[in-house]
C-alpha cells in the first residue's frame, strides 16, 4: 500500500512539474517579447484554450487508462505517465497495442484466469460466474466518462488550434504596419546566425529572411537634439530589387532610409523625435548575408 501511494504521489507530482514548466515557458516568453502588444485578443486566449484543452485531454485519458489497466491488474501510474507525457494519441496507441486482457481469480486456486475461459488452465475447474463480467462491464460504462471528457476537450483544443492558425495565416488580428507603434509581427521566417542587444548596441547577423521580414528593437533616446542613430550595415548579398530598410517609429513619427548600400556607417539625426522610447526596425526585403550593429549615441 506504501509504495502504491508513492507511486500516486509521483505520478501527480510529475503532472504538477509538467504543467508548471509550460507555465513558466509561455510566462518567459511573454515577458521576453514585451507581452502581445499588435495582437488581437483573442489570438493569446485561443493559445492559452489550446494549452489548456490539451493538458485536459491528457489528463482525461490518462485517467481512462490508470483505471482500465488498474481492472487488468498492469502498473496503472506507469501507463497514465506514458499517456500523459507521450501525448494522448502516441500513448493510447502504445498502450492498446500491449494492454493485457482482463482476467479474474480462479475460485479454487486464485490463479488469474482470462473472463472467457469456462476452466482454469491451472486446476482445471469449471468456471461459470457471470458476476464478474457484470462487474467489468459496469466498470467499463463508469470509465466511459473519462473518454467522452477526453473527447470534448481534444475537440475544444482542436478548434482552439485552428481558430488560431487561421488568424495567424490570414493577418486577421496580426499586426504587420511598419510604421505602427505597435510590435509587429511576422508572418514570414528568417534564417538568423545570431541577434543580441547588449549596453544599448542591437547587434544582428542573418543569412536570410522571407520578402518583408521585420526585425525590431526598443532603444532610448535621451537628448534627441544632440544625439544621432549609429547603424553599420553590410549587406553581403543583394539580389536584384533587394532592398534594407531601417525605420524609425516614435507615436506619429515614423521616418525610414534605405541601408542597402551604406558606403560608410549611417548617422541619422533624432531631431524629429522625442526623448524617450523610439522603435528602431530593419525592413527585410530580400537581401542576404547580412550583418549590422545599431545604436542610439
Not at 8 to 14: C, D, I, M, N, Q
Not at 59 to 80: H, N
Not at 100 to 125: D, F, Q
Not at 135 to 146: E, I
Request: a neutral charge.
Amino acid at each position: 500500500m506504501k509504495q502504491t501511494n508513492n507511486k500516486k504521489f509521483l505520478f501527480y507530482l510529475g503532472i504538477l512539474a509538467v504543467i508548471l514548466l509550460v507555465s513558466l515557458r509561455f510566462g518567459l516568453y511573454f515577458l521576453k517579447i514585451g507581452g502581445f502588444s499588435g495582437l488581437s485578443v483573442w489570438l493569446p486566449v485561443l493559445l492559452l484554450g489550446c494549452i489548456v484543452f490539451a493538458f485536459g485531454t491528457s489528463a482525461f485519458f490518462g485517467a481512462w487508462v490508470y483505471r482500465d489497466c488498474k481492472m487488468r491488474s498492469d502498473d496503472p501510474f506507469l501507463w497514465a505517465a506514458v499517456v500523459f507525457i507521450a501525448t494522448p494519441f502516441v500513448g493510447l496507441l502504445i498502450y492498446f497495442l500491449r494492454r493485457p486482457e482482463v482476467k479474474r481469480a480462479c475460485p479454487a486456486c486464485s490463479h488469474r484466469i482470462s473472463l472467457k475461459a469456462k476452466y482454469c488452465e491451472k486446476c482445471g475447474t469449471q468456471v461459470e460466474n457471470k458476476e464478474d463480467d457484470d462487474m467489468v462491464l459496469r466498470q467499463n460504462t463508469r470509465d466511459l466518462r473519462f473518454l467522452f471528457a477526453g473527447t470534448i476537450s481534444m475537440v475544444l483544443m482542436l478548434l482552439c488550434l485552428f481558430g488560431f492558425m487561421a488568424s495567424v495565416f490570414t493577418g486577421d488580428g496580426v499586426n504587420t504596419d511598419v510604421t505602427s507603434n505597435e510590435r509587429v509581427w511576422n508572418l514570414g521566417v528568417i534564417n538568423m546566425n545570431s541577434s543580441s542587444y547588449n549596453g544599448g548596441i542591437w547587434k544582428l547577423d542573418f543569412q536570410s529572411a522571407s520578402n518583408g521580414f521585420i526585425k525590431e528593437q526598443n532603444m532610448t533616446v535621451e537628448d534627441a537634439n544632440s544625439q544621432v542613430l549609429y547603424a553599420d550595415i553590410s549587406c553581403q548579398t543583394v539580389p536584384e530589387g533587394a532592398t534594407l530598410v531601417l525605420w524609425l517609429v516614435q507615436g506619429d513619427v515614423a521616418e525610414s532610409v534605405d541601408v542597402t548600400n551604406l558606403s560608410k556607417p549611417l548617422e541619422y539625426p533624432l531631431g524629429a523625435f522625442q526623448n524617450g522610447k523610439v522603435c528602431v526596425r530593419l525592413q527585410i526585403n530580400g537581401v542576404e548575408d547580412t550583418v549590422s550593429e545599431i545604436y542610439v549615441r
